[in-house]
Every structure is written in structure tokens, then in C-alpha cells.
T-cell receptor
């Protein structure tokens, strides 16, 4: 059974810091991993999608890596800004399906 | 990509009543899903909305409580029936354009049951 864990659960940093958010999954037989952002009381915004054949993906100040063999992914946020404050979720598909299992999330607060 | 419109964005309902949530996608999609996010929790999959057939429910969710319709490839509804305060959650519609593709989400429906 696939389980997804995110560390840390919450993070508060001053503006300008570089951050690393962690995501672990128990079943490495995945075909992709996706990172999302969720603002309070809102839906999800897709940040990055990494296919199982890829090692990393980049979008602006965001970089996500994937190590299937160790069951881990990291989301790196460079030069954090107050506008980055949100909850960050990672998700992987159930084995052999399209359906996603979500991690527990990391609540990020970037202080001005 | 896909743009998803979800209605209503929020509602406050009396216990014992039902609420139907609508999900409209700007393109035809095969895979459409409904998720629930309880307060302070992550997302949990309720069901897969199948076009032309009954929805496929995950463990712990039943059709009598969460009936789902999928009349075509761009639209689905989720009804939360006979609501209780425990049903207070954000309900989210999601679509995927194919295996291995990106998942897209609506903005969610924030439901409060009083």
C-alpha cells in the first residue's frame, strides 16, 4: 500500500532563504510524482510534474528532484518570498492507476 | 492543460440536507476524480467519475452518501447527501489528461454543515 509522508510539517523562514521540502513514498513503482501548492481554503495549483524517467524538473525558482530507488523527492525553493507562503503537497499515483495519493503537506510561511 | 470550474465555491448547509457540487472542464477528459479535504488534513480520494457508467468509490465512501453523475466528458456532479457536521470539508474535482500526465484541480467547494 502506497504511503506518502512530507517533512517538515511546518516551516517558518525569513524572506530570501533557500528551502528544501521533502516527500517520501513507500512504493517506488510510480510513473510520476507531482508537487502542488495550496493557498488557505483554496484548490490546488500544479507546480511541477516529474516523470519516473526524469531526475528533476525546474520552473523558475522551483526545482524538484526524484529518486525512485530511495522513495524520495525534494522541492527546492530558491530565494523565498512572502508570496510563497502556502501549503505544499506532493502526490504519487496509486500503483498502476491514475489516482493520486497525497502527502500530509508542508505549511510554509515566509516572513517579510 | 485543463481549466476546471467548480460551483459553488462555498456553502453553509443545514444538517440533514444535501448539496450538489458541479465540475465543468474546458475540454473533454477521460479521467475525472472527486477528492475530500477535511480540516487540517490532506486530500483523500472519494471516487472516480466514469462517463456512461457508475462511479468507482474508494474504501470508506458509498454511493448513497456521495452520488456522482458524469453525463459527458466535460461535466460531473458530486452530491453530499444527508449532511452532518462531519461532512464539513473542502471538496475538489480533478482531471487527468492521460496516464503519466499532469493532474489539474478545481478551486474547490468549501462546505460547512451546521
Amino acid at each position: 500500500k502506497q504511503e506518502v509522508t512530507q517533512i517538515p510539517a511546518a516551516l517558518s523562514v525569513p524572506e530570501g532563504e533557500n528551502l528544501v521540502l521533502n516527500c517520501s513514498f513507500t512504493d517506488s513503482a510510480i510513473y510520476n510524482l507531482q508537487w502542488f501548492r495550496q493557498d488557505p481554503g483554496k484548490g490546488l495549483t500544479s507546480l511541477l510534474l516529474i516523470q519516473s524517467s526524469q531526475r528533476e524538473q525546474t520552473s523558475g525558482r522551483l526545482n524538484a528532484s526524484l529518486d525512485k530507488s530511495s522513495g524520495r523527492s525534494t522541492l527546492y525553493i530558491a530565494a523565498s518570498q512572502p508570496g510563497d507562503s502556502a501549503t505544499y503537497l506532493c502526490a504519487v499515483p496509486y500503483s498502476g492507476t491514475y489516482k493520486y495519493i497525497f502527502g500530509t503537506g508542508t505549511r510554509l510561511k515566509v516572513l517579510a | 492543460s485543463a481549466v476546471i470550474s467548480q460551483k459553488p465555491s462555498r456553502d453553509i448547509c443545514q444538517r440533514g440536507t444535501s448539496l450538489t457540487i458541479q465540475c465543468q472542464v474546458d475540454s473533454q477528459v477521460t479521467m475525472m476524480f472527486w477528492y475530500r479535504q477535511q480540516p487540517g488534513q490532506s486530500l483523500t480520494l472519494i471516487a472516480t467519475a466514469n462517463q456512461g457508467s457508475e462511479a468507482t468509490y474508494e474504501s470508506g465512501f458509498v454511493i448513497d452518501k456521495f452520488p456522482i453523475s458524469r453525463p459527458n466528458l466535460t461535466f460531473s456532479t458530486l452530491t453530499v447527501s444527508n449532511m452532518s457536521p462531519e461532512d464539513s470539508s473542502i471538496y475538489l474535482c480533478s482531471v487527468e489528461l492521460g496516464r503519466g500526465s499532469e493532474a489539474f484541480f478545481g478551486q474547490g467547494t468549501r462546505l460547512t454543515v451546521v
